[in-house]
């Protein structure tokens, strides 16, 4: 039988006379905590932090495999009364109607100093600039309240009354007074837009626009072509927005009761028993409660 080899640890020594290499020491940088500990082996606690060493792949894809969905998302318009009164507005009807929406976005707009340090050019925010239009696009009906066509004529209503129109008539004189934008007679207002998720468990984002009114309703081409969808894009001005998350705590359904007859749900659907058995006593047991009932001279 072989005897095994030795392995014998390389430990090389330095030559008489030479002196020995002394071994570096090894320091963190950053913040000199190692992953998963909370020891700090470093004096500079302003640093990067070090890599992080993640648990597994489940960990990972908690944090990646959940993305947010454009596809998500409500729109309300929420017109002032006075607008309301001259148009035919739907507020469930409009909101369901849009399509499409642009969350805001905003910027700092900075100054450059450039005379405090040698080759440095800094730049000091002092104002935030908000975007001055966000667009909605939505589904032209085609007469499924009042005449049809109540997307156009809400928002062409709303811009009409903004403008004070007194004619529309093509033989007639056209003339307007654009009125006062607040107050009880106003035409400006607060809109929203809700993003949320398919699964919907009460977070969500709320952006309201403030003091915002419909400009401009883009032009709609038509053809003989291949029939597509007809869409309305209506363009809104606003001063600023305000970001809020929310949480909406849904009301829960109540329990319904059980009739005369028949089992509880917990021995009606079978406990512990397996999909396709259970199914198959439940429906046992309620094709004999019919033939019960059907036998009952007052059924």
Not at 257 to 262: D, F
């Amino acid at each position: 039988m072989a005897t095994p080899l030795e392995v014998i640890p390389f430990n090389p020594q330095p030559a008489p006379g030479v002196p020995a290499v002394p071994t570096p020491s090894i320091q963190t940088s950053g913040t000199g905590k190692s992953p998963g500990t909370g020891s700090a082996t470093s004096s500079n606690p302003g640093g990067a932090p070090p890599p992080r060493n993640y648990k597994g792949a489940f960990e990972i894809k908690s944090f990646l495999l959940r993305p947010a969905l454009t596809s998500h998302f409500q729109c309300w318009f929420n017109p002032p009364a006075s607008v309301r009164a001259v148009t035919n507005y739907n507020d469930d009807f409009i909101s369901i109607s849009c399509t499409e929406a642009s969350l805001p976005g905003s910027s700092i707009i900075t100054n450059e100093i450039n005379d405090d340090y040698t080759g440095v050019t800094e730049r000091l925010g002092y104002r935030r600039q908000y975007d001055n239009t966000v667009d909605f696009t939505f589904y032209v009906d085609g007469g499924v309240l009042n005449s049809g066509y109540n997307v156009i004529n809400f928002f062409e209503g709303w811009m009409r009354y903004a403008m004070g129109e007194t004619s529309t008539a093509p033989d007639g004189n056209y003339n307007y007074r654009v009125g006062y934008p607040d107050g009880d007679n106003g035409y400006r207002t607060e809109i929203f837009i809700n993003k949320f998720e398919r699964d919907f468990n009460g977070n969500y984002l709320n952006y309201t626009f403030v003091k915002a009114y419909p400009v401009s309703v883009a032009s709609m081409p038509v053809s003989y072509d291949s029939s597509q969808l007809l869409k309305c894009t209506v363009s809104f001005t606003f001063n600023r927005y305000i970001l809020a998350s929310r949480a909406y705590a849904p009301e829960s359904e109540p329990t319904p009761s059980t009739p005369p007859g028949v089992p509880k749900k917990p021995e009606y659907y079978g406990p512990g028993l397996p999909g396709e058995q259970a199914n198959e006593l439940r429906r046992g047991l309620l094709e004999d409660f019919i033939v019960r009932q059907q036998n009952n001279p007052l059924f």
